[in-house]
């Protein structure tokens, strides 16, 4: 074995230690979030939608259906929406879109009632009461997707109809679920936010919680995939994992910052602690307008630097939007007008809604938080 050689190992070895797996986009293999999932880039600004390839299969339907529910067509309905918890903002925000629905709609009663701590059994609890009063169709958002399972399926064998939003149960019980947004369309997101404000070359660094958390490992595979489809300049300098913590968070953003110094033109977010952080990091760093801080979070958490002109977007989703396409979800399950046939769904103010994944009705592309729209928001 040559010193040279030697030597090389050394480095790779020590990166390894150091930071758990190879994370240059450039120069190391593909980053696979932990998994072995395919990647599936979306096209780049400018570019139209790909043609669907028609050797590829739609995914079958693949909810569950209640079992002899009555028929109500046209008629009033009565519903509970049992999210995680209630008490915090982004839920008071999902709720506020189902009684903005169910206003327009003028035929759907729905009332939110949930544990006020995110906990699977007092959440079950409150889903088994309902069972037991009697609903024509229950909302919910999953503390646990397989735990939540059993208690869903009662209602589904009950004939009492079940939509998902916000967080999945196993597909086979409820009938759909609203997803706020897919993977690759956060990444894109993410990626086309950083072009537009540091260019089609910047370097970057990434905050994340850990390298194997399942949805942050899953968009930072999609925007590896998309950014080296789409931004083959870029370079993305380190990944670093700072749990869910905020002080290490904003230790890890400091390390970037001081790392890599000019070098650094923006920071990924990819936590609702991870952002903010980030962001608190460049501001006491004084490095506004020159490290750019792009990441997933809340607004409220964000507020602050996004009205000093340190952060210029955030990436999330409209959680007004998402409880009332699950209304409007729920009245065409109970009209009879989606069925497992079905290849999308009308909406109200957000029109028609895509179905993917077999069971699943796409909210839409992710929504941007600017300084024109943040205080718009209360979550």
Not at 71 to 77: E, N, P, S
Not at 159 to 181: C, K, M, T
Not at 328 to 338: P, S
Request: include cysteine; charged fraction near 15%.
């Amino acid at each position: 074995m040559s010193r040279r050689f030697f030597v090389l190992l050394l480095v790779l070895a020590a990166s390894v230690l150091v930071f758990g797996v190879p994370i240059s986009a450039q120069d190391g293999p593909r980053w696979d979030g932990g998994d072995d999932l395919p990647t599936n880039p979306l096209e780049c600004p400018g570019e139209d939608p790909a043609t669907p390839d028609p050797s590829v299969e739609p995914v079958p339907f693949n909810g569950g259906q209640a079992v002899n529910p009555p028929d109500l067509a046209g008629q009033d309905i009565v519903l509970v929406d049992v999210p995680k918890l209630i008490g915090i903002g982004y839920f008071a925000a999902t709720t506020l879109g189902q009684q903005q629905a169910a206003e327009e709609l003028g035929n759907v009663t729905v009332t939110t009632d949930a544990p006020t701590e995110a906990n699977i059994d007092d959440q079950i609890a409150v889903i088994d009461n309902y069972i037991t009063q009697g609903v024509n169709g229950i909302l919910f958002a999953a503390n646990d997707p397989v735990a939540i399972a059993p208690v869903l399926t009662r209602a589904l064998e009950a004939g009492i109809h079940v939509v998902g939003y916000d967080a999945n149960s196993l597909p086979e019980a409820r009938e759909w679920f609203v997803n706020q947004a897919e993977f690759n369309g956060i990444a894109k997101a993410m990626m086309d936010s950083m072009a537009a404000e540091k260019g089609e070359d910047a370097s970057f660094g990434i905050v994340t919680s850990t390298f194997t958390t399942p949805n942050q490992a899953r968009w930072i595979a999609e925007m590896q995939a998309y950014q080296e489809k789409c931004y083959p300049n870029m370079t993305w300098l380190e990944t670093l994992e700072a749990q869910e913590d905020q002080v290490l968070s904003l230790n890890q953003a400091n390390t970037l910052i001081n790392k890599y110094g000019e070098d650094l033109d923006g920071i990924f977010g990819m936590t609702s602690v991870a952002t903010p952080a980030s962001a608190e990091a460049v501001t006491q760093a004084g490095l506004c307008g020159q490290v750019a801080v792009v990441g997933l979070a809340t607004p409220n958490a964000m507020k602050p630097y996004v009205e000093s002109g340190c952060v210029q977007s955030v990436v999330l989703w409209n959680p007004v939007d998402l409880g009332y396409a699950a209304v409007y979800v729920m009245r065409a399950v109970a009209d009879g007008t989606l069925t497992p046939e079905s290849t999308s769904v009308e909406a109200g103010r957000l029109g028609e809604l895509q179905i993917v994944n077999g069971s699943e009705v796409l909210l839409g592309p992710p929504f941007i938080y600017n300084m024109d729209n943040i205080n718009d928001f209360d979550f």
